[in-house]
């Protein structure tokens, strides 16, 4: 079993950065593939970005250039930096492991609002 954390979320105004982080425990996530969903309001989960044990990455279009994703495997530890922020990025972050199983963590709220 794996059990994720995120943490970081909160009010931003638009055009400022934020940082989100995901703790992992139970397992070492050094061989999962490790991901940031968003979940906005009536809206579908869909995939922020993505790193794998290799740490080849993918972006969605829509945060290209702005967004970040990076691992620490020695600190069991996914980090999603986020920058240029816009009210559209308002949603609630998963954090995601994926390998032999799937596991999600609770979620943390992003609003960019002024």
């Known amino acids: 079993q794996v059990q994720l954390a995120e943490s970081g979320g909160g009010l931003v105004q638009p055009g400022g950065p934020l940082r989100l982080s995901c703790a992992a425990s139970?397992?070492?996530?050094?061989?999962?593939?490790m991901g940031w969903y968003r979940q906005a309001p009536g809206k579908q989960r869909e995939l922020v970005a993505s790193?794998?044990?290799?740490?080849?990455?993918t972006h969605a279009d829509a945060v290209k250039g702005r967004f970040t994703i990076s691992r620490t495997n020695d600190k069991n530890t996914v980090f999603l930096q986020m920058n240029s922020l816009k009210p559209e990025d308002t949603a609630v972050y998963y954090c995601?492991?994926?390998?032999?199983?799937?596991?999600w963590g609770q979620g943390t709220q992003v609003t960019v609002s002024s």
């Open positions: 139970g397992r070492m996530i050094s061989l999962y593939t």
């Open positions: 790193i794998t044990r290799f740490s080849t990455t």
């Open positions: 995601n492991a994926e390998w032999t199983a799937v596991y």
